[in-house]
């Protein structure tokens, strides 16, 4: 069984910032999870934060605790945190997926213009964690902003 962590949140960072935060949360979360043993993916646009965590329970609500005393996050929510019998991202440490018309699909129709994971409900995110598995992962967000 695997610990399996979801939520989402929306940056504090000023616009000339983000890029440069985007980099830094992303290597962070790569290198800590490399060393303990955590996957997962991060989705970002329209200043809102999605991922979703898998690992060892103890090391995930570790995790967790460190995003809620981030600056760089605010209004977080979680929607899910419970055992799986298999990770959904068991090949990344921490997948990037930058903006995808597949999400963007998916969030009109929900009835929203923009990304807006805040405004998910819990029973729509194994639909989101399939297309956000789908997706192929990137490793540079430079594209992202220009």
Same mark, same amino acid.
């Given at each position: 069984m695997t610990f399996q962590l979801?939520?989402?949140s929306k940056t504090t960072s000023p616009h000339h910032q983000l890029l $440069?935060?985007?980099r830094e949360i992303l290597g962070e979360a790569r290198d800590f999870n490399v060393l303990h043993q955590v996957r997962g993916v991060l989705y970002f646009a329209d200043e809102h934060f999605f991922q979703c965590l898998e690992g060892e329970q103890s090391v995930i609500l570790r995790l967790l605790e460190k995003l809620y005393k981030d600056p760089r996050h605010h209004q977080i929510k979680l929607f899910r945190a419970l055992q799986v019998e298999r990770g959904h991202f068991s090949q990344w440490s921490m997948k990037y997926v930058?903006? $995808?018309?597949k999400i963007q699909q998916f969030f009109e129709h929900k009835g929203f213009l923009r990304f807006q994971p805040l405004n998910l409900d819990k029973q729509d995110i194994p639909n &989101? &964690?399939? &297309? &956000?598995?789908e997706i192929e992962q990137f490793e540079d967000i430079v594209d992202d902003f220009v």
């Open positions: 979801c939520c989402a $440069n935060d985007l930058r903006r $995808n018309s &989101l &964690l399939k &297309l &956000l598995y």
